[in-house]
Every structure is written in C-alpha cells, then in structure tokens.
C-alpha cells in the first residue's frame, strides 16, 4: 500500500479474534471450539447456568448450544465478549 494513502480499520488482537470467531460460531447455529479459552478460570461459573438448564453442552473443548438453547444464543455467546463483560446494560437482553 502506498504511504500517502490512509488505512481504515482497527488491528485486532489474535484473543480479539479467536473471541470473535466463538462469538459468530455460537450465532450462527454451530459449535464453537474454544481452544485456550476453554481453561479461562471463570468460564465454567458464567456458562453453569445454561449447563445445568440443558441449554448448552461443553465436550471435546467444545461448546455446542442444544436445539432448547439457541434462542438464548446472544446471551451465551456475549460471555465471550471481553468488551462487554462487566459493563452495565446498556443493549436489550434475551427473554
């Protein structure tokens, strides 16, 4: 690219990204290989809720929504959203 020109965008991180890919693997109706993030120390405790509720499964380094809990899919994948995590509302929430 030629110097005198401007870029556009942001650089994103490559934990930026592999979030990025859960996040759009969870909405999009697949599962979601969570590699490294699998070991984040508090990810059990924010996923029990839809774990105990049949609403997703963690297996193989996985998370897979069941048929019951995709129409909690925004919700469960905004746990992977380091952005938005602690933030107060400020977006509508599922039902």
């Known amino acids: 690219m030629n110097a005198a020109f ?3 965008g942001i650089a994103r991180h ?3 990204q592999r ?4 996040i759009e693997d969870l909405l999009c109706g697949r599962a979601a290989q969570l590699g490294a993030l699998a ?3 508090d990810l059990a ?3 029990r809720p839809f774990l105990d509720l049949g609403l ?3 297996e193989d380094g996985g998370l897979m929504l ?3 809990g995709r129409p909690y899919a925004r919700v469960i994948a905004a746990l992977f959203d380091r952005f938005r995590a602690g933030q107060t509302q400020r977006f509508s929430t599922a039902i």
């Open 6 to 8: 401007g870029e556009r």
């Open 14 to 16: 490559m934990d930026d």
């Open 19 to 22: 979030r990025a890919r859960i």
């Open 39 to 41: 070991s984040e120390p």
């Open 45 to 47: 405790e924010r996923l």
């Open 56 to 58: 997703a499964r963690l």
């Open 66 to 68: 069941t048929p019951e």
